[in-house]
């Protein structure tokens, strides 16, 4: 119902003050700020103390929402700003037909280009944001969808892992995003690729979609600057829109949303020390004989590690949940060795069970697996990259407690120490049951896997409360062997570090994906790379190495056992620093690793640097991730000291063709930083 009438339109350019209700985390409004909304020439403009979010469309065109801060657009609608899809067809809104202020709350209605089909759309605003909700009357919609104009905020970060037109997320992670071209038409909570409905700017705005529908999201990814926004289902479209000061401060009213993490699921140890892992060594061309070589190679030279972890083909088939006796005729002995070398003993295991595997027909006899989302009345299958299978469904508590006898049944008898999860927890070709929901699904992998150690290999669970208060080791999706994988995986890192993911890895140091292995350059600048983020997950040996793919020997010489022991041991000497931002992580829930914007948000020559980062608030990094013998370095105001050159400089600074030959690894302590000291004796 409209508050006023047409008598009192000349009153409409008045501002209307009201008191705001009490604040929620969720963004309501608050008691102690004061807002007003008028009207003038077709514009109704919101006002309130920190921001101001103007609507127009009133006379004509399309309907557009622009917010400003301090008079200046930090964030502002794009080309069919409210669109909505019926049938096979896109709509979109047109003219702003009515608007009212009642109760804290500015409700909108706009015409559309069909015929009939209105959008209400309402702004809920508190001091450092608005609720943005809207739904679409007199039409079924399927799809719900905003667009924004990229160039408006600035450059975009957040996501989390990108699906991009140049092989995103395996070999490429734009950063910032508008620098690439985003395209995720699967982005949801039972993605494998870790994200999060969650970007931000550098202008300090950001945007939450909350939603636990699948959602097409695309940035730039037609060339054409626009950011689209869409949620796969004509339910109320609900988002916030925060307003900051600083990138940083837009982070935390995020995490103020979704949660921080309440402990750490690494141990100390698992910080100081790298995780070896089989997979990127061998494949699935593995066997006990040669995992027990791997580990003595290791050992022998010097090349530290917490944990020995067998990868991927060790069961007699998938799911069976036993060792194949022809490559394992005597596992125990096996772990046995392992832990007589001085490391723990892992596994990896998976929820997908394969159609020949024997535990198949008993889980499905039993309704132990996730049903069909077609056909409710069998079992859901799906393919992955070893067959087709059906998951064990973690909403049946029968079904959780077989699997979870069948996991420490394996622990127990071969004196396993901890496991690496891997594949999802569910799949959309799957039903929930009873209501269970996607994130639910999450939630119940997160409740899983918390139960074990997963030895700093972490796990892939996102998009709910749970995922972002277990905290977890989060590993990154498989990267190639490539400098352009280095590369991603240090953007990578720093995107799910500022999604809310704060105990990051790269992949496997020098990548997989069932590539050739890397170069010497390329493993030994992944290691230098890695030893500067909080934890190390290696594959690849510098010793004694066969590339799985080509069955020739790689050429590592003993320079690269060297440089990779050296980072190790930088890494381990670094460890009680590292530890200091696991603690301030779990009283703030800040990243660790974060890009140089989050601790100097007005030096802008940072907001594109995508080959340096902060560790804590001390330690710039600033490896060589690439071939040259040279790189440049930019320094943030400051007073830093070189750590490679021993001599201090005053930022900002800008280093040209600062000598990076392979023995050097640049990074630079901010001598007025808490922590500096601790870092500096771990660097010098």
């Given at each position: 119902m409209r508050i006023f009438s047409r008598k009192l339109g000349r009153l409409l350019a008045c501002a209307l003050t009201v008191a705001l209700l009490p604040s929620t985390a969720q963004g309501s409004p608050e008691s102690d700020a004061t807002t007003t909304v008028s009207e003038s020439r077709g514009t109704v403009t919101l006002d309130t103390p920190g921001y101001s979010v103007s609507i127009s469309g009133r006379t004509g065109g399309q309907l557009a929402l622009t917010t400003r801060r301090s008079g200046r657009t930090v964030l502002a609608t794009g080309p069919e700003a409210l669109r909505f899809r019926t049938g096979d067809t896109w709509q979109h809104t047109t003219r702003l037909t009515d608007w009212s202020w009642r109760g804290g709350v500015l409700t909108l209605t706009a015409d559309t280009?069909?015929?009939?089909?209105?959008?209400?759309?309402?702004?809920?605003?508190?001091?450092?944001?608005?609720?943005?909700?809207?739904?679409?009357?007199?039409?079924?919609?399927?799809?719900?969808?905003?667009?924004?104009?990229l160039s408006s905020a600035g450059h975009w970060y957040g996501h989390g892992e990108t699906a991009t037109t140049s092989d995103g997320p395996y070999t490429d992670q734009p950063w910032p995003l508008d620098a690439g071209r985003v395209e995720a038409e699967d982005f949801s909570a039972a993605s494998y690729q870790m994200v999060d409905p969650f970007w931000f700017t550098a202008s300090s705005a950001g945007l939450y979609v909350d939603t636990g529908d699948t959602m097409d999201v695309s940035l730039n990814a037609a060339g054409d600057g626009l950011g689209r926004f869409t949620v796969e289902s004509g339910s109320t479209y609900r988002a916030t829109v925060f307003v900051e000061s600083t990138p940083r401060a837009v982070y935390r009213d995020y995490i103020g949303i979704v949660g921080k993490p309440r402990q750490s699921d690494a141990t100390y140890e698992q910080y100081a020390k790298p995780l070896w892992n089989s997979w990127a060594q061998f494949y699935t061309k593995v066997d006990q004989e040669k995992i027990l070589d791997y580990a003595t190679d290791l050992h022998d030279n010097g090349l530290e590690g917490h944990t020995v972890q067998l990868d991927d083909k060790w069961e007699s088939n998938y799911g069976n949940m036993t060792f194949d006796p022809k490559a394992y005729p005597d596992p125990r002995a096996m772990s046995d060795r392992i832990h007589d070398l001085g490391y723990d003993f892992g596994l990896w295991v998976t929820l997908w069970i394969n159609l020949d595997s024997t535990n198949y027909r008993y889980a499905a006899d039993r309704d132990y697996l996730l049903r069909d989302a077609a056909d409710p009345t069998k079992p859901c299958t799906v393919t992955w990259w070893n067959g087709t299978a059906g998951i064990v469904d973690l909403a049946n508590p029968e079904a959780r407690a077989w699997?979870?006898?069948?996991?420490?049944?394996?622990?127990?008898?071969?004196?396993?120490?901890?496991?690496?999860?891997?594949?999802?927890?569910?799949?959309?070709?799957?039903?929930?049951?009873?209501?269970?929901?996607?994130?639910?699904?999450?939630?119940?992998?997160?409740?899983?896997?918390?139960?074990?150690?997963?030895?700093?290999?972490?796990?892939?669970?996102?998009?709910?409360?749970?995922?972002?208060?277990?905290g977890f080791v989060t590993r990154q999706i498989d990267k190639g062997t490539g400098w352009n994988s280095l590369k991603a995986s240090v953007t990578q890192n720093l995107a799910l570090s500022t999604i809310g993911y704060p105990f990051v890895e790269t992949d496997m140091i020098g990548g997989s994906l069932s590539q050739p292995a890397p170069t010497k350059e390329v493993l030994v600048r992944w290691a230098?790379?890695?030893?500067?983020?909080?934890?190390?997950?290696?594959?690849?040996?510098?010793?004694?190495?066969?590339?799985?793919?080509?069955g020739q020997k790689v050429d590592y010489d003993e320079e690269t056992v060297a440089l990779y022991r050296e980072s190790i041991a930088r890494h381990e000497r670094l460890a009680p620093y590292i530890w200091d931002q696991v603690q301030h992580t779990l009283e703030t829930g800040d990243p660790i690793m974060?890009?140089?914007?989050?601790?100097?948000?007005?030096?802008?020559?940072?907001?594109?640097?995508?080959?340096?980062?902060?560790?804590?608030?001390?330690?710039?990094?600033?490896?060589?991730?690439?071939?040259?013998?040279?790189?440049?370095?930019?320094?943030?105001?400051?007073?830093?000291?070189?750590?490679?050159?021993?001599?201090?400089?005053?930022?900002?600074?800008?280093?040209?063709?600062?000598?990076?030959?392979?023995?050097?690894?640049?990074?630079?302590?901010?001598?007025?930083?808490?922590?500096?000291?601790?870092?500096?004796?771990?660097?010098?």
């Open positions: 280009t069909l015929a009939g089909a209105r959008i209400e759309a309402r702004l809920t605003p508190a001091p450092d944001r608005y609720r943005l909700d809207w739904d679409v009357t007199g039409a079924e919609a399927t799809e719900l969808g905003l667009t924004y104009d699997y979870q006898g069948n996991l420490r049944k394996l622990m127990d008898t071969y004196r396993v120490d901890g496991l690496k999860f891997d594949t999802r927890f569910f799949d959309d070709h799957c039903a929930g049951r009873d209501g269970h929901t996607r994130t639910d699904y999450q939630r119940l992998g997160s409740e899983l896997a918390d139960a074990y150690d997963l030895q700093g290999a972490g796990i892939r669970v996102h998009w709910s409360r749970a995922a972002h208060e277990s230098q790379s890695a030893s500067y983020m909080p934890l190390m997950y290696a594959s690849i040996s510098p010793v004694d190495t066969i590339d799985p793919t080509t974060r890009p140089l914007f989050f601790d100097f948000p007005q030096d802008e020559a940072g907001y594109t640097i995508d080959d340096e980062w902060m560790l804590g608030p001390a330690v710039l990094a600033a490896p060589n991730l690439t071939a040259s013998a040279s790189r440049d370095i930019h320094l943030p105001p400051g007073t830093w000291y070189d750590v490679s050159r021993g001599r201090t400089i005053k930022g900002p600074a800008t280093l040209e063709s600062y000598p990076t030959p392979l023995a050097v690894t640049p990074a630079f302590v901010n001598l007025r930083a808490k922590g500096a000291d601790r870092a500096l004796r771990a660097l010098r």
